[in-house]
């Protein structure tokens, strides 16, 4: 029996039928991490207290705890850095913050901790989530378990390459323009972005206000869902949190999509598709007609400026949230030999100019550019309106469809280096994922498919805002029927 290989509820099985503990469950997963993360580099720091956490749960299985208690009794997890985990650094992949131990448990975190969820440790990722490769990391860019020469995406190419690598049982991630979704794609596992407000921001380093959300990654649709189901629900500390109540999606599941009306985007025929995601993408359209699903082309025209829009806004909002990191309080600061002489505008400059990488400072001056006295009207301001009649469109589409169908990205993962040095490429590898963000919406990656190169290819759904359920049951339609499903790449 591989144990990396089960899933969440085949694990809690042999958990609870005591053939294995959770003890020596986690200690599994440590002694993979050991032997192979230094080639992955999916972590940035493994928890010393794991073990202790893991007898913890021993002993609540010992004194009868069960999964209808604790939906994740047991199960080992890794999180992205860039959510708060008390007494444990949480670096969001930047200089600024490679000292700083929280207080406090972001909710995720907190909510998966008391289903009995066992931290393995911080997942590595792009600079305070600012890149779609890994490779802004201050500790270094995140290498792709199927091919060490690619990246593993970004940001959350950490959490997408630790489940992939079987490092962990799940992960959690954050997307504010496809940052769960492209990774999950390019690592060939599930990836799921919630309708915004479904799950808290609170804990979580912010980089976009408007369009930060967090998710899961996980093995498969199943486990996805039910990690889902666990982090999302009001919480009294987040304001942007729907009242909507959680429900059961991963009990739902429904591989029946018969009569469904599943979207295609006129607008996203692109001649920059990679003949191998345009083989997988028809592949994945032919399984749904198969399946009884009504096919049919639909038309977002303002989709062209979808990337303006994003990086606008976002870069806006970056601008103001970074605005804390000054040395001051807490951080990185830069060292002077006579700090009560230092003017305060050069230990500022100097302190942020050291703690914050290229691709930070280049957004947030961007940023800060669209805010300032007699420009805001012209860029964010107008972004803002577009981002409305973007949204509106999306309305407009599901009355018509249940889900969109689409690609994740143009292209399988590329080469380490190959578009780092060019952030015009790099931006415009998300195409497809940011407008799903600006309009608030679910959207995940399924893996469907296997490039020429041996590298795994997903798919996007895209629902209606608070339509999970619907979602995942496409996605688990698609899982089911898919040539690839269960696939990993050969680590060791």
């Not at 490779?135 to 199927?146: A, C, F, H, M, Q």
């Not at 799903?436 to 490039?451: D, E, K």
């Not at 895209?462 to 995942?472: D, G, H, I, N, S």
Request: glycine share 8%; proline share 4%.
């Amino acid at each position: 029996m591989e144990i990396s290989n089960l899933s969440i509820k085949e694990t809690q099985k042999i958990l609870l039928e005591k053939k294995i503990s959770a003890y020596e469950l986690t200690q599994y997963y440590l002694d993979r991490i050991e032997k192979l993360d230094p080639q992955i580099n999916s972590y940035i720091t493994v928890n010393e207290k794991a073990l202790e956490e893991a007898k913890a749960i021993d002993q609540k299985i010992s004194k009868g705890a069960t999964i209808e208690s604790f939906s994740l009794l047991g199960i080992p997890m890794g999180i992205k850095d860039m959510l708060c985990t008390k007494g444990i650094k949480t670096t969001a992949g930047s200089k600024m913050l490679e000292n700083f131990i929280p207080p406090y448990d972001s909710t995720v975190v907190s909510r998966l901790k008391n289903q009995g969820a066992i931290l393995l440790g911080k997942l590595n990722q792009d600079e305070f989530a600012m890149g779609s490769s890994s490779e802004t990391s201050y500790y270094g860019p995140v290498k792709n378990p199927w091919n060490l020469d690619c990246v593993a995406g970004g940001s959350s190419g950490g959490s997408a390459a630790a489940v992939a690598a079987e490092l962990a049982q799940f992960t959690i991630g954050t997307d504010t323009g496809g940052s769960i979704r492209q990774p999950a794609h390019f690592c060939g596992v599930v990836g799921v972005k919630p309708t915004y407000g479904r799950v808290s921001r609170y804990g979580i380093v912010a980089y976009a206000s408007s369009l930060d959300q967090a998710g899961p990654l996980a093995k498969n649709v199943e486990d996805a869902a039910l990690i889902l189901e666990t982090i999302a629900g009001h919480d009294s500390m987040d304001s942007t949190t729907s009242q909507r109540k959680k429900e059961p999606w991963s009990e739902n599941l429904n591989a029946n999509i018969k009569g469904l009306r599943v979207g295609l985007v006129k607008e996203y025929r692109t001649d920059q598709l990679y003949p191998d995601v345009e083989k997988v993408y028809a592949e994945s359209i032919e399984t749904l007609k198969k399946l009884g699903a009504e096919i049919k082309e639909i038309s977002l025209p303002l989709t062209e400026f979808g990337i303006p829009v994003y990086y606008l806004i976002a870069s806006s909002e970056a601008s103001s949230n970074l605005a804390r990191y000054d040395g001051v309080r807490y951080g990185h600061r830069a060292e002077f030999k006579n700090l009560s002489a230092v003017e305060l505008e050069k230990f500022y400059g100097q302190t942020r100019g050291e703690g914050f990488g290229k691709e930070v400072q280049r957004r947030i001056m961007l940023g800060t550019y669209c805010l300032s006295s007699g420009y805001f009207d012209a860029y964010y301001n107008k972004a803002s309106q577009v981002r409305r009649l973007i949204s509106n469109q999306y309305q407009e589409a599901f009355k018509s469809c249940d889900v969109l169908l689409s690609p994740v990205t143009t292209s399988p993962a590329f080469k380490l280096g190959e578009r780092i040095s060019d952030p015009l490429t790099m931006y415009l590898n998300d195409i497809f994922t940011i407008t799903v963000n600006l309009a608030g919406l679910p959207g995940m990656s399924v893996p469907f498919g296997i490039s020429k190169g041996g590298l795994p290819i997903g798919v996007q759904l895209v629902t209606a805002p608070f339509e999970e359920q619907k979602m995942l049951n496409v996605a688990y339609a698609l899982e089911m029927n898919s040539n690839t499903k269960g696939a990993r790449p050969n680590v060791s």
